[in-house]
């Protein structure tokens, strides 16, 4: 009854979502997000939950909150880059992992936004270090393809979805030939196979149901197929090895209009010139310097800062890297990125090109670069502040607006740490009484 009450308590608190303020924080050490400068003495000014301005100086509007955030670092929301926050809360216990459906007759077609639970743990927590967006994808088991990803907001209410259907997810070279049946150029039969189903459906939908089993998609996956084939939605395609990833170059040159985005891309520094040449953006592993498969004998830390000096539009991700829970190490991947500056030998980026890689670069890789990832006019009103620099690991965020809207900044863990930091005779758990 206990645990049912506490349940109550809990849903009742983040049902109905709070309304946006209008909001005004001055005096800040202001990060905009986009790879500019910090500016010394800037203000933000969000109305209806979105951002009206940002800049040096100013004076604070009449009406609303004024915050004066007394020179300390203000910054738009982390945008967690790769994830699978949300649709997995413990990894062993297949009840709680949505992320993947592995006798399913469907693999494009599946949209992840479904099973996004608000309240699972992971989201306060990351919310709590500052993350205000995700991007979110599922796990691909019979196909390469895996479905329709989503990007979320951690608010806490019930209503996490900013953009359902926002992008493709692929799997390509070692794991992308396993799912396809054993091998690379499996991978690449099936691939074509599906662009050729989802042309045929495009061109006709009503006649698709008749071609029986010479139709390898579902119906519904061929026509999950027809925005990406269009343009109107990017494929996000995890690749790791060099080779591989001329291989998604050169599909990019057949098809168009394909809008690829490489995920983790281990070793893409190889070819860095002909990702940047082709114009594909990447969502990269910022720390890979080891390799932990042989699509990665090439790993380096400085993968990140070649591909930026090469003129590749690059942000972090966290694929196959705790990436359901730990969003918010992105941060110190990010500082770590600043630090490989001082290496002699080593590529690594400018703090302010390193905070971009957190905030508006992944949003301008999917195509949200409008809506989220900086503090620019018109963007959605996910403001942070720090206590200190965001990059460095002991910094913690203070106050953190998502859409305007103030958010809690308690979690379990921060529960539990108030529970045992002064116990109480008689407020702990039986087996601590004495």
Do not use: C
Not at 71 to 99: K, L, Q, Y
Not at 180 to 201: D, V
Not at 282 to 291: G, K, R, T
């Amino acid at each position: 009854m206990r645990a049912l009450a506490f349940a109550a308590a809990l849903l009742a608190g983040t049902a109905i979502p709070a309304a946006a303020q209008d909001v005004v924080i001055t005096n800040a050490k202001l990060v905009i997000g986009d790879g500019s400068a910090p500016i010394e003495g800037g203000t933000v000014v969000i109305r209806g939950g979105r951002v009206v301005s940002a800049g040096p100086g100013g004076t604070a509007p009449a009406g609303g909150r004024t915050i004066d955030a007394g020179g300390r670092w203000v910054s738009p929301g982390i945008v967690a880059g790769f994830s699978r926050m949300g649709i997995i809360e413990v990894d062993g216990v297949s009840e709680t992992n949505d992320s993947s459906a592995a006798t399913s007759p469907f693999n494009a077609a599946i949209d992840v936004a479904s099973a996004v639970n608000p309240l699972s743990g992971p989201i306060a927590v990351n919310r709590t270090e500052g993350i205000t967006r995700a991007i979110v994808a599922p796990d691909p088991r019979g196909s390469i393809f895996a479905g329709q990803g989503a990007v979320i907001d951690l608010g806490g209410d019930m209503n996490p979805i900013t953009r359902a259907k926002a992008f493709q997810f692929m799997e390509w070279g070692q794991t992308g030939g396993e799912r396809a049946g054993g091998s690379r150029p499996a991978a690449m039969a099936m691939l074509r196979n599906a662009l050729f189903e989802a042309r045929t459906y495009a061109a006709n939908p009503a006649s698709y149901n008749d071609r029986g089993k010479d139709a390898l998609l579902t119906r519904a996956d061929a026509q999950a197929l027809g925005p990406v084939l269009r343009g109107e939605m990017p494929l996000l395609v995890h690749v790791e090895r060099a080779s591989d990833i001329l291989t998604i170059v050169a599909l990019k040159r057949e098809f168009p209009t394909i809008r690829p985005v490489l995920v983790g891309a281990t070793e893409g520094w190889m070819v860095a010139r002909d990702i940047a040449a082709a114009q594909i953006p990447v969502i990269a592993s910022a720390l890979a310097d080891l390799p932990a498969s042989f699509e990665q004998l090439a790993a380096t830390q400085s993968n990140i800062g070649r591909l930026k000096a090469a003129g590749v539009l690059v942000g972090i991700g966290q694929i196959n890297d705790d990436e359901s829970r730990q969003a918010r190490l992105v941060k110190q991947y990010a500082g770590n990125l600043v630090a490989l500056t001082r290496i002699p030998g080593a590529a690594g980026l400018s703090w302010d090109e390193a905070f971009a890689t957190i905030t508006s670069k992944p949003a301008e890789a999917i195509g949200m670069a409008g809506e989220i990832g900086s503090l620019r006019p018109g963007r959605r009103g996910d403001v942070v502040i720090w206590d200190g620099d965001p990059l460095e690991v002991g910094t913690a965020a203070t106050t953190v607006f998502i859409d305007g809207v103030e958010q809690s900044l308690e979690n379990r863990q921060t529960r539990l740490r108030q529970r045992y930091l002064d116990p109480k005779e008689g407020a702990l758990p039986k087996a601590y009484q004495h």
